[in-house]
C-alpha cells in the first residue's frame, strides 16, 4: 500500500484513490493512518476520509473519519470545526465522538471521528427525515445558531435520528435569529429538494413555526417562499459555473485548439476513443439525425453503455464568427440545461462531455455526448394508446414544474419528450433559458402536435394544471 507524507498528499489532484497510507503527529508523535474510503477530497484543502483507527492503548482498529485541513487555512479550518460541533454540543444535537486531533504537521491540522454505524446521509425524498431536520434547524435558530452550509449530505441519519458531521459552518450569536435570517437559512436546506417536493411545503412549515412559537401566517408562508425560489436560484447559478471549471465532479482540458468538459464519471478509455477522433467516431456510428445544423449518432463504445453523440456544424466562416461572438453558444446552452434539469431531478439525457474545437479565438465544431434514452417519444405514442392519458398527465406535470421555475424549453414539440424507463425525458435543450413567459408558447407548439380529433383530450389535461384557459 503507498504511503504519502502530507506534502505528497497536497500535490495530489482530483484523481486521489484510497486505499493508502497517511504519516501523520497524533500527539506529538508520528502516527500511520490507513486511509480506505476517500469521502471528499478538495486538493491540498481538505480531506475526509474513513479510516481504519488504532488508539495508544487499544490492540484492534474501529472504523472512523479522518478529517485533514492541509495549507495557509488549516488552523482556521480547524478550529471553526471544532467550535461549531461544540455548539451543536450544548444544544444536545448529535455529532460524532472525537477520538484524537492530528497536531500540527506539514502545514496540515485535523481530527479523527468515530464512525457512525449504519447511517446514511438524509434524503430529500423521505419526509420523516426532512421534519426531523426542520425542527432540529428551528431549535438552533431559536438559540442563535444556524448552519451556512446546509446541504443535505451534511447529516447523517440513523434510527434515532439525524447527526451534525460539519461544524465548520456553523455559526452562533447571543440572541434568536429573527424571522427572515431565519426563514432565509431554512430556505437554502429545503433548496436542496427538487421543486416537485414543494407540495409538503406547507408541512415543514408548520414543524418549523410550531418549534418556534410562531403562529402559521400566511405572510410568513409568502416570505419563506419567496426565500425558497431565491435559494433555488442561486443554487442552480452556482451549479451551473462549476459545470465548466475543473473540481470534482468535472474535469476540464483547455488549449488553443480546443476546449473540453467531462464528467468524471465518464470512463477515462471511452472518452479518449471519442476525444482522439470525434468525426471517425461519428462517421462509425448509427446515424439518427443527418442535418445543417447539428448530427446526431447513437455510438456504442467497446467498454460501457451506448451513448448519443449531437455535432454542432459549421455552415460557413460567418457561422463560425457568430458562434464565437455569442457568449453562450447553443451547445454550452445544451450542455449546462442538460445539468440543470438534473441538479433539480427533472428527467433529462444527462450531458456526460463536451468538446468544442478552436482556431485561436474562433470557436469552430463542437460535440456533445449524452446518455442515451431509446429510441421512443411521446410523438410515437397514439391516442389510442392505454398508457398515453398517463403521458399526457406527466407531460402537463414538466410544464408546470417549467412555469414554476420560470424556464422555457424553447420548442415543446411531442418528439422532444423521450419515453425512458416508462417516464418523459425532456430533450433537446439548446434553445431552453429563463423566462416568466415563455412556457405558454411551449404548451401551444405542445398541442399542435395532436390532431384535431383528440387535441381537446390533451388541452382538458392541461387545463386542471391552469396552462390553458
Known sequence: MKRMTVAELAACDYDLVAPFELSLAVGGAQCVVTCVEVLRWLPGRRLVAKTAWRADDADTRV????????GSGAERYCRRELAGLAMLQALTFQVPDQLAEIGSAEGALGIVFRFIADSAPASGS?????HALTWHIAKMHEAG????????????????????????????????????????????????????FDVELDELV???FMARGWPVEAQLVNQLENALSSARHKRVSKYLKKTLRDCGEFAVSRGLSHFSVRKRQLSATVWQAFSAEPDAVIANAELIKAGNSATVVRWQPADGPALIIKRYNLKSGWHALRRS????????????????????????????????????GVRGVAYLLMEDLGDQTLADARL?????????????????LLRKLKLQHGDGKASNFMIHEDRLHLIDLDAMRPSASGWSKDVRRF?????????ERVAAIFRTRNLLS
Not at 423521505?126 to 426532512?130: A, K, M, R, V
Not at 389510442?384 to 408546470?400: H, T, V
Open 126 to 130: 423521505n419526509l420523516t427525515q426532512l
Open 447 to 455: 398541442l399542435d402536435n395532436w390532431p384535431p380529433s383528440g387535441r
Open 206 to 208: 408548520r414543524t418549523y
Open 63 to 70: 472504523p472512523a473519519v479522518l478529517k485533514l485541513f492541509i
Open 325 to 360: 461572438l455569442r457568449p453562450t453558444p447553443r451547445y454550452r446552452a445544451s450542455w449546462q440545461n442538460g445539468h440543470r434539469l438534473s441538479l433539480l431531478e427533472i428527467p433529462t439525457a444527462r450531458p456526460l462531455a463536451l468538446l468544442e474545437r478552436r482556431l485561436g
Open 145 to 196: 445558531v444556524w448552519h451556512e452550509d446546509p446541504k443535505l449530505d451534511n447529516f447523517l441519519f440513523v434510527q434515532n435520528g439525524p447527526w451534525f458531521v460539519d461544524g465548520d459552518a456553523v455559526r452562533g450569536q447571543s440572541t434568536p435569529l429573527v424571522t427572515i435570517p431565519g426563514l432565509t437559512n431554512l430556505a437554502r436546506l429545503l433548496a436542496e429538494r427538487p421543486p416537485s
Open 384 to 400: 389510442s394508446d392505454a398508457r398515453l392519458l398517463g403521458l399526457i398527465n406527466e407531460a402537463a406535470d414538466l410544464f408546470a
